[in-house]
């Protein structure tokens, strides 16, 4: 359904954009002369993530990704953590150009002696080992014996060889060749904290006899009858990094979402997801522990809930804490903190922050010496260190690491020093470093940062009431506005349960670039504001958070210099959705952008890949007839007057394109002013990467998209409208 945190920035986005220096050839933003970011601004932009502290804390690994305009592949840099020696990046990883992704999931060796990362530089993804001491990157040859091969099934369709010039006419097939080991496409990987084991997870390969099937076009597809799943796989590893031995299958459910390492054993934490679409039945997730030595023996977690997604170990290892649904009726999505106890012998979990209003982010979980865990969580418009002690004795608290926005946060086992990355509202990216968690940021170099010829604007917080709550919203205003009146541009966040953040936003600067004022709100149903603020919207959605935005155009109204003759509305996801609602409801916007929305409850929830998002927030259509059409923006849609645009992905699996299409003909066929464009290969997500600047693979989707959202409002604020 919506369930798109923030499309444009979000917590959920490890990765932070930064301008680097380029050409003339290639953009304007050369020049020495400050302006706000252009349309082919946004396609030159990187970004900036996984910062990592080695062992020793001597250095820190950082991933770049390139431009939309360079194909938007990602390499691995590294540079000397302050005070140990000269600040000078330099990149470690180059990948070939058929590598179109380029190097990404990368791990210190426990001993600083090299670097893994996963990459496709052949047929397979592949785990590589970097040995720091010199040389190039070699990868693992690794292999499995096919767990499936659905070619071998006793009704399966074998087709029989192309026939030859020496086939005779009654000759009989040659038998199928025999199944070898096979190469497999990693998917993810662990190094154990002493180094003696590799923990992977990866798709059960594609056989012989399958690839021949599918040649054949025998290609059927069984619904929800899947049998190659993602696997757990253990290995030794040498002193020199090699494999000793074969991969043995770990017995752990399929499909493997995550293992972590015990900080003090050989003990090994996964998490699982049950298959073929158990998830949209309900969280399907479990939790299992098993030793290296015997990986057919696990020992699964019956304490931790199936809604976890996240867990990590105690620095004693004596504890697993996780994340999991709140047991408070909320939002799926809603996690709070919960531990459990090594000696409890019921097993019975300890809840951490059900007194905590914050969202933990996607950053790691880490323990420390004394007890505690550090988290990232957004709190409000911010995103934030915080400390929680494991048994339970203290409410979350805050660390102040004089930013709104950390990301990303940081260590290594011995918590030597911390990482991060740090930005806010008119401040672009930059990599931090401090010795002690809670010391001030010492700026790291990383390449071309931010050059200072890209202007930004630092937001204003505005709060506003509406109903029984106070609503927060980011207001952005043109710096050379003056007193004169402004158009307004109010975009919606996606979610609904997600979150506006104080945070550089070059989409926005360019927005504002126009000379148009932007406003952010936060409505209910937001996160970040508590479990009551979140579940506020449950069965009214386009009802009391509409409201909110609605006050929130009224406050900045009678607060600011904003015209009301030239006001556009936009929103991608929910915020798409909330477009689609307004259109239906009011004519006060000369012109609403609707990004892979929500149109109708009924189809979109029998069409999209999961559904128990939505069930939580108006139960199964066909049993809540009125409520799922009073909640449709398709509903209102004999009442729009407002041209319309609407911009979707080809390939959406979370809001699937026909529901822009119904409104696209609903709008037109009512004599509505509408537009409709749709980008091919697009999923959900990575639409809106390319839309907001980030760096996308698609060269043009985004520009695209950002052209026809400025000339749409540009044509409606024009005086012949």
Request: glycine share 8%; proline share 9%.
């Amino acid at each position: 359904m919506l369930h798109l945190r923030n499309a444009v920035l979000s917590l959920a986005c490890l990765a932070v954009i930064a301008a680097p220096h380029y050409s003339a050839a290639q953009s304007s933003s050369a020049t020495s002369t400050p302006h706000f970011p252009t349309n082919e601004d946004l396609r030159h932009l990187r970004s900036l993530s996984t910062p990592l502290l080695s062992p020793d804390g001597k250095q820190i690994l950082f991933a770049v990704t390139n431009s939309t305009a360079d194909e938007a592949a990602t390499h691995l840099w590294i540079v000397p953590a302050p005070s140990n020696g000269d600040q000078k990046p330099r990149q470690l990883t180059f990948s070939p150009p058929s590598d179109k992704r380029g190097e990404h999931n990368p791990q210190w060796a426990p001993d600083n002696s090299a670097i893994f990362f996963l990459a496709k530089r052949g047929d397979h993804t592949q785990l590589f080992r970097l040995d720091l001491r010199g040389g190039e990157a070699s990868p693992y040859d690794l292999k499995i014996m096919p767990p499936v091969d659905v070619s071998k099934d006793k009704d399966a369709i074998n087709p029989p060889p192309p026939p030859t010039s020496n086939t005779k006419k009654d000759e009989k097939r040659p038998e199928e060749t025999k199944v070898e080991p096979l190469p497999i496409d990693v998917a993810g990987y662990a190094i154990s904290s002493d180094g003696k084991y590799l923990a992977l997870w990866a798709h059960d390969p594609e056989t012989p006899g399958e690839k021949k099937q599918k040649d054949a076009k025998i290609d059927a597809s069984w619904v929800n009858h899947e049998r190659h799943f993602t696997r757990l796989y253990i290995a030794a590893l040498k002193p020199d990094g090699s494999v000793d031995g074969d991969l043995k299958p770990a017995a752990v459910p399929p499909d493997i979402h995550g293992v972590l390492w015990s900080p003090v054993d050989s003990r090994l934490l996964a998490v699982s997801e049950a298959p073929n679409g158990a998830a949209d039945l309900g969280p399907a997730a479990q939790a299992f522990v098993l030793e290296a030595a015997t990986p057919d023996k696990p020992q699964k977690l019956s304490a931790i809930p199936s809604s976890v997604s996240r867990a990590e170990w105690s620095h004693d290892a004596n504890t697993i804490v996780f994340l999991a649904q709140t047991t408070q009726d909320a939002p799926p999505g809603y996690e709070e903190l919960f531990a459990l106890p090594k000696e409890s012998s019921s097993q019975k979990v300890i809840p951490l922050s059900s007194r905590f209003d914050g969202q933990f982010g996607p950053s790691p979980l880490i323990s420390t010496p004394d007890g505690s865990l550090i988290a990232q969580a957004g709190i409000g418009t911010h995103a934030s260190a915080v400390r929680i002690k494991i048994d339970g004795s203290e409410s979350p608290q805050v660390i102040d690491l004089g930013t709104s926005m950390v990301l990303a946060l940081n260590t290594n086992p011995r918590q030597t020093g911390w990482v991060w990355l740090s930005d806010a509202g008119g401040k672009s990216t930059h990599l931090c470093y401090a010795a002690k968690l809670g010391d001030s940021c010492t700026a790291v170099q990383t390449p071309d940062l931010a050059p200072a010829s890209l202007r930004s604007v630092e937001p204003k917080l505005v709060q506003w009431k509406s109903g029984a709550f106070t609503i927060e919203g980011l207001l952005f205003l043109p710096p050379d506005a003056g007193s004169a009146r402004v158009p307004l541009i109010v975009d919606v966040h996606g979610g609904p349960f997600g979150a506006w953040f104080n945070q550089y936003s070059p989409f926005h600067d360019f927005l504002i670039g126009h000379g148009w004022a932007v406003l952010l709100p936060n409505p209910r149903g937001s996160s970040n504001y508590g479990v009551k603020f979140a579940a506020a919207n449950k069965n009214d959605l386009g009802g009391g958070d509409y409201q909110d935005v609605m006050a929130g155009v009224d406050y900045v109204l009678a607060h600011y210099p904003i015209d009301p003759a030239r006001m556009a509305l936009m929103g991608y996801s929910y915020g798409g959705e909330m477009a689609g609602f307004v259109e239906g409801k009011i004519d006060r916007f000369k012109a609403i952008i609707s990004g892979a929305p929500v149109i109708d409850q009924f189809s979109e929830y029998g069409t999209e890949d999961e559904s128990w998002y939505d069930r939580w927030y108006f139960g199964k259509p066909w049993e809540h007839m009125n409520d799922a059409w009073r909640q449709s923006p398709l509903a209102g849609a004999a009442h729009a007057k407002t041209p319309f645009l609407l911009l979707q992905g080809e390939s959406d699996t979370t809001d699937p394109v026909g529901q822009a299409q119904e409104m696209y003909r609903a709008l037109r066929q009512a004599g509505v002013p509408v537009e409709l464009v749709t980008y091919p290969r697009e999923n959900h997500g990575p639409l809106a990467t390319g839309m907001f600047g980030r760096p996308s693979p698609e060269p043009w989707h985004g520009f695209d998209a950002r052209q026809h959202i400025i000339k749409f409002i540009e044509d409606a604020f024009s005086p012949a409208h």
